[in-house]
């Protein structure tokens, strides 16, 4: 097999994070009679099931920074963020007309609602609101969660026309445990040499795993690795710090370009939580259905959207983060009008104040098309940082 090239893979990825039409999933369907596709929205969907059925998982991240919203603002109001709207818009324009299906997980009321309008809209495809336990307690939360899986098995069995057995969910565990497994050494090799790896060149590696099979991904992670690891970029004086609040609405691309051009290498984020969401591997034997449950309840990450019960320690996650990947600084970027993400944001902030960790925040929209003042903002933390840390 013929290495591929640093260029190769990111022409590659960019062309998938370009196409908003998803000819990569509809050609992956017509290969074969029968193939179907799910598409599911961030945060979180128990893609191992819909893998298990011989489905394609889809992530639909919202219609991006070039769509233009018209039909979507007449099904929701303009003071909500804009992912549920562009997202309709996508559906309206026929661009994911050949989806069998949706999942709409717990994420906030927007997403609650919009399975409603999808069914609505959409009365001949599969439909699903997708349920997480916010109780954490096993016979509790766990019973529930359990459930929840089976129901969504027993759909996709009669979508597929076949039985799942425990063995098709195991087997695709492993698949996504080595997917997870991958993508932590992406994530481990840019905190470690950040120079090396462009964090957009990440982001839309990442974003090729919500549309392609998750064994193509990994294959893609390793190639991206194999070919970064010849590559000699110059090392900057850049301050490291995390992106926080992402985890819903994607942020434009140039959003994140600009951070890392005003000086920032950024070790670590919360983009696409969906593909790191279980931080641990799932065991491959036994009850399927019950070990994913059991990794919701007992490893899944922190997230705005996910019930802490012990709100003085919201943002553990975080300075976890901030320990592993050495970061200097924290950078609340948040989609506007995040009730999740914005809710958290103030507790999250006061924990940093108090172990004098620097930070700041700012808001953006998938369509967010103004960068300047976020590459001025960004630019002068990153100094303020070296001149702290100076002192």
């Known amino acids: 097999m013929c290495a591929k090239s640093l260029k190769e893979v990111v022409d590659y990825c960019q062309e998938l994070f370009d196409d908003i039409t998803f000819q990569s999933a509809r050609k992956w369907k017509d290969a074969e009679p029968g193939r179907k596709v799910i598409g599911y929205m961030p945060v979180y969907v128990p893609r191992e099931i819909i893998h298990a059925a011989g489905f394609l998982p889809l992530g639909i991240l919202g219609g991006g920074a070039d769509m233009e919203v018209i039909h979507g603002d007449a099904y929701y109001q303009s003071y909500i963020c804009r992912i549920p709207r562009s997202t309709i818009e996508l559906a ?22 919009l399975s409603g309008i ?82 957009w060149e990440v982001y839309i590696l990442m974003r090729a795993g919500m549309v392609l099979p998750p064994e193509e991904h990994t294959q893609l992670m390793q190639d991206y690795l194999a070919a970064v690891e010849t590559e000699d970029r110059p090392k900057r004086d850049n301050c490291r710090v995390i992106i926080q609040g992402s985890f819903c609405e994607q942020p434009p691309l140039n959003l994140v370009k600009s951070i890392e051009l ?20 799932v065991p491959t034997d036994g009850d399927g259905i019950h070990n994913l449950s059991d990794a919701f309840l007992n490893y899944s990450a922190e997230s705005a959207f996910k019930f802490e019960n012990v709100m003085e320690e919201k ?50 929209a998938e369509n967010s098309g103004q960068m300047q003042p976020i590459r001025e903002q960004s630019g002068t933390f990153a100094d303020s940082i070296k001149l702290w840390s100076a002192a």
């Open 92 to 113: 309206v324009a026929g661009n994911i007309d050949f989806v069998d299906g949706m999942m709409f997980p717990s994420i906030c009321d927007v997403i609650r609602n």
């Open 118 to 199: 999808w069914q609505l809209m959409f009365k001949d495809k599969y439909v699903r609101y997708f349920d997480t336990p916010q109780n954490f307690k096993g016979e509790v939360g766990g019973e529930f969660y359990q459930r929840e899986l089976h129901e969504l098995k027993e759909g996709l069995e009669e979508l597929a026309g076949r039985k799942i057995t425990n063995e098709d969910i195991n087997k695709s565990i492993a698949v996504y445990n080595e997917n997870r497994e991958w993508i932590e050494k992406v994530y481990a090799y840019r905190a470690k040499t950040p120079w090396k790896t462009a964090s």
């Open 262 to 281: 005003s000086g920032c290498y950024i070790v670590d984020d919360d983009f696409m939580m969906v593909a790191r969401w279980l931080q641990k591997d």
């Open 315 to 364: 943002g553990t996650h975080m300075f976890d983060a901030i320990k592993k990947r050495g970061a200097e600084g924290v950078i609340f970027a948040a989609p506007s009008f995040c009730d999740p993400a914005l809710l958290d944001q103030p507790m999250m902030v006061n924990r940093l104040k108090e172990k004098n960790v620097p930070f700041i925040t700012m808001q953006y």
